[in-house]
């Protein structure tokens, strides 16, 4: 995630081979909206001890990837939050 912060000008978050969230590096890493992402840079170790990340570690368990041979998965549909930062609609 660090490589992505100091490379990247736009990002986007992939959950099970649909984006969730794309934005902005700044919008992505400093105003995350969809759920997963929040969970994913919760994630990401900080290297300093004594020091908790910036978002409070998420409950609960991710859903199953796992689905039924021909059980399409939905396509998400995206809104606009702020210029140039989409999030999936069911966030």
Do not use: C, N
Request: glycine content about 8%.
């Amino acid at each position: 995630m660090a490589v992505v912060e100091r490379m990247a000008h736009r990002v986007a978050v992939l959950y099970l081979g649909q984006i969730v969230e794309i934005g902005s590096r700044a919008q992505i890493f400093e105003t995350p909206a969809h759920p997963y992402t929040r969970r994913l840079l919760s994630a990401v170790p900080v290297a300093e001890p004594g020091r908790r990340g910036r978002l409070p570690l998420l409950e609960g368990e991710v859903p199953s990837p796992v689905r039924s041979v021909g059980a399409e998965p939905t396509i998400l549909k995206h809104r606009e939050i702020a210029p140039g930062h989409f999030v999936a609609a069911d966030a």
